[in-house]
């Protein structure tokens, strides 16, 4: 079994940033991807970024955030992060930290953390 606990996020004007933190309680064969998610009020829920759990993690993104999100991991700290540079109003969302073993098979889900981007 795999905890995952969001925290950081917030609120912040269009062209900011934030970060958003997401702490693994422990490893396992079916938690080697992590993943964030995000979904909007009325929306549907969309994969931002997904990152292989090893020293030479792969990274996905989304079209919509790349360039702007980057998601990096501390694999002594069982943490992933989500640096979100030059924010948008349309990236208001709740944000979700997830942990599986494929990228269509997301086992675990963290409780979720609100980022709003309005001026």
């Known amino acids: 079994q795999v905890q995952l606990t969001e925290s950081g996020g917030g609120s912040v004007q269009p062209g900011g940033s934030l970060r958003v933190s997401c702490a693994a309680s422990?490893?396992?064969?079916?938690?080697?991807?992590m993943g964030w998610f995000r979904q909007a009020p009325g929306k549907e829920r969309e994969r931002v970024a997904a990152i292989y759990r090893s020293s030479y993690g792969s990274t996905l993104y989304a079209d919509s955030v790349k360039g702007r999100f980057t998601a990096s991991q501390d694999n002594a700290k069982n943490t992933m992060y989500l640096q979100m540079n030059n924010l948008k109003s349309e990236d208001t969302a709740m944000y979700y930290c997830a942990a599986g073993q494929a990228l269509n098979q997301f086992k675990y889900w963290g409780q979720g953390i609100p980022v709003t981007v309005s001026s």
């Open positions: 422990g490893y396992t064969r079916d938690s080697v991807w």
